[in-house]
């Protein structure tokens, strides 16, 4: 089981960034995917979550407006468009099957000027 994440980096406040989650080793569209992020001296915390057709999908309210996430079920991909990015968006961005709790290595995202 593979799950790699990327697209991460340096963005300027109000830029934007889109990460990628690409997996291998299990079947993805059966399962709900979600995307965590952890900052330094915090805990890791779900940002978005979205059912396994992408039909329905789950927002932290900080992020609520300016993510999206989305997915591919022939690519075996999830994606999180990130907008309007904010200093404390800054942190590890990582993909995760709940019911697996499979994870991926992570993407650092830091918003700084």
């Known amino acids: 089981v593979h799950l790699v994440e990327s697209g991460g980096g340096l963005v300027q406040p109000g830029g934007s960034l889109r990460l990628s989650c690409a997996t291998s080793?299990?079947?993805?569209?059966?399962?709900?995917i979600q995307w965590y992020r952890q900052s330094p001296g915090k805990g890791r915390e779900m940002v978005a979550s979205?059912?396994?057709?992408?039909?329905?999908?789950y927002y932290k309210d900080s992020v609520k407006g300016r993510f999206t996430i989305s997915r591919d079920n022939v690519k075996n991909t999830v994606y999180l468009q990130m907008n309007s990015l904010k200093p404390e968006d800054s942190a590890v961005y990582y993909c995760h099957v709940p019911s697996r709790s499979y994870w991926g290595q992570g993407t650092q995202v830091t918003v700084s000027s």
């Open positions: 979205i059912n396994r057709v992408g039909a329905a999908t």
């Open positions: 080793g299990f079947t993805f569209g059966v399962y709900a």
